[in-house]
């Protein structure tokens, strides 16, 4: 909860409203035009809607009077007022529209980029959860800022025009207006702030629901095959015990603000038209001056409710511009920088000089030596645990190395510009990513020439298969291509991949999640690939060891031998080891 500023509500509506504000701006992405036209028109209408009432009290004047020029003056100048009121209103709406569109699409934008960018640690400071809804809910309510800052400002100046008005006819009257709003004000803020303390605490069990559930999702299989429900649900109950004990102190507390202060408007109103009357009654006050006051105090109890409903949304929107800032300032551990060469003719040799790995004061890689020719296939075979992932997070720059250097083509790999590395380098993971959208559009977004497409998914031995289907190419994958099996969707993963022409291709265990079958086909289709791209592959399996031109033996983080399958089997044990294994359970850091 944040602390309340000294001072009471002057302080809270101009100290701590003007800091969410100037806050807003850094953060918000908007075009200044439109925001001075929805600035200007605000002005406008909400001007318009305070000089109708004194028109209106000036025709009654006229009418009283007999006055019929007058009388027709004024009309004329309502209805021109009234016209003035409802043009500028139509922009304000307007101008409004374009720029939450306009905000909404930039923050997106520079979200996305911002995710492209981060490093592995990312999710532990953001979970998915409250990463969803910051992109679904709250950078929409950042967009939707602009007209609360603009109605802040515009309710403000009118208010405070009343008050001028009605204290130059009556200045007991202003006074009884201004308590009255004053009274109203301060009620609904102080329940403003509960309401949006307890909001915020609810909103974090929201987070922590999506978070949860998408967890469960996730492991729908294991949840179901080892009976998690039960201590599932128990974590459930806590989480909605806690969002709901949240929630009934948010329900309360915007009662007392959006009902009980009503009463505060009924007691004052009466008052006021009993003061009136009574000054009606000694000959001090003229009817048309009575009902311009009483349509004035209205009139300003609804502006106030404008006002402090401004100022818990910007308050509220506060929360949500501090989620989005955690993710545009999120800072990663360490900042890999690209550099600016285009060399985009490569050969594939990768080489590794004494380079080692630590992270969080733990030494992962020590001292690795090794030299990978062009069009070679590479296996990288260790124990779980051994550092065979961290080498591929190396070579796919995901981490840079703390010692030694890795060079592409002789040139260090720090050299090349970030198009050029990664359109050069390319990987088709163990747990493949699949968008849900077709087929095609999952290869579009690697390159949209169908020829190459389907070129692709030859080479990779699943054109027939997807040939089979009733859309074909078009066929719609579901969320984790659900609708195929897991080895469909990583040969389509590995298309995906081939169609990148990188020179360098890592494949991280894709066998994992084929049908023997399909494994079998994984030998022939790296036969073809090394023919023009160098292979490098994290493996497990006996037959690919054997297939490699050559195996780099890891060992907790050092390079135990590197040599081919006949030579190894001679002199490492620890190869040999790995060869007896015909399978190996799927977990851990491979």
Request: proline share 2%.
């Amino acid at each position: 909860m944040e602390r309340r500023p000294q001072g009471g509500i002057i302080k809270l509506m101009f100290k701590e409203l003007h800091g969410y504000i100037k806050r807003y701006f850094k953060i918000a992405e908007l075009s200044p035009f439109l925001f001075a036209i929805n600035l200007i028109t605000a002005i406008l209408y909400k001007g318009t809607m305070v000089a109708r009432k004194f028109i209106a009290a000036l025709i009654i004047k006229a009418l009283t009077e007999q006055n019929q020029d007058e009388t027709y003056f004024y009309i004329s100048l309502y209805i021109i007022i009234y016209v003035v009121h409802k043009v500028s209103l139509f922009f304000n709406y307007r101008a409004y529209s374009w720029n939450v569109s306009f905000s909404y699409r930039t923050l997106q934008t520079k979200v996305f980029k911002k995710l492209l960018s981060v490093d592995n640690d990312f999710t532990r400071t953001i979970d998915k959860g409250r990463l969803m809804n910051t992109i679904n809910n709250d950078i929409l309510e950042i967009g939707e800022m602009n007209d609360e800052i603009s109605e802040y400002i515009t309710t403000f100046f009118q208010i405070a025009a009343i008050y001028i008005i009605v204290a130059i006819y009556n200045f007991p009257a202003a006074i009884i207006l201004f308590v009255s709003s004053a009274c109203y004000s301060v009620i609904r803020t102080k329940n403003d702030r509960k309401f949006n303390y307890y909001w915020w605490r609810s909103q974090t069990q929201n987070d922590q629901y999506s978070n949860f559930l998408g967890q469960v999702v996730s492991g729908l299989q294991e949840v179901k095959t080892f009976n998690m429900l039960p201590s599932l649900r128990k974590r459930l109950d806590k989480i909605q015990a806690k969002y709901d004990k949240n929630y009934f102190a948010q329900r309360h507390h915007l009662t007392i603000r959006d009902n009980d202060v009503k009463v505060i408007y009924y007691l004052f109103h009466a008052s006021l038209f009993a003061f009136l009357i009574f000054l009606m009654i000694i000959g001090k006050m003229e009817i048309d001056i009575l009902v311009l006051i009483i349509s004035y105090h209205e009139a300003i109890i609804g502006y106030t409710k404008d006002l402090t409903d401004a100022t818990v949304e910007i308050r509220l929107t506060n929360a949500a511009m501090r989620r989005v800032s955690a993710i545009l300032n999120y800072r990663a551990g360490e900042k890999l920088e690209f550099g600016k060469l285009e060399l985009d003719h490569l050969e594939g040799s990768l080489t590794f000089k004494n380079v080692s790995l630590s992270l969080n004061h733990h030494q992962i890689l020590k001292n690795l030596n090794f030299k990978i020719k062009p069009h070679e296939f590479v296996a990288i075979v260790g124990h779980p645990g051994s550092g065979k992932t961290k080498l591929f997070d190396l070579i796919l720059r995901l981490n840079k190395p703390t010692k030694g250097k890795i060079l592409l083509d002789n040139v260090n790999v720090d050299e090349f510009s970030r198009e050029i590395y990664t359109s050069n380098v390319a990987v088709a993971n163990q747990v493949p990513f699949i968008f849900n959208t077709s087929i095609r559009r999952n290869l579009n977004f690697v390159d949209t020439d169908i020829h190459h497409q389907i070129e692709a998914c030859k080479t990779a031995g699943i054109h027939d298969f997807i040939e089979t289907l009733p859309q074909g190419y078009n066929t719609i994958l579901r969320e984790n291509a659900t609708n195929i099996s897991g080895g469909q969707r990583q040969m389509i993963s590995i298309a995906r991949t081939i169609l990148t022409d990188a020179e360098v291709l890592l494949l991280d265990d894709v066998t994992t999640a084929l049908d023997p079958d399909t494994a079998k086909l994984v030998p022939r289709l790296i036969k073809r690939l090394k023919d023009n791209r160098t292979i490098i592959m994290i493996t497990k399996k006996p037959d690919l060891m054997k297939a490699a031109d050559r195996i780099i033996v890891l060992d907790r983080g050092r390079i135990s031998n590197i040599g081919t399958h006949e030579k190894l089997l001679e002199r490492s044990q620890l190869y040999r080891s790995l060869q007896a294994l015909k399978s190996e359970p799927v977990g851990g850091e491979a």
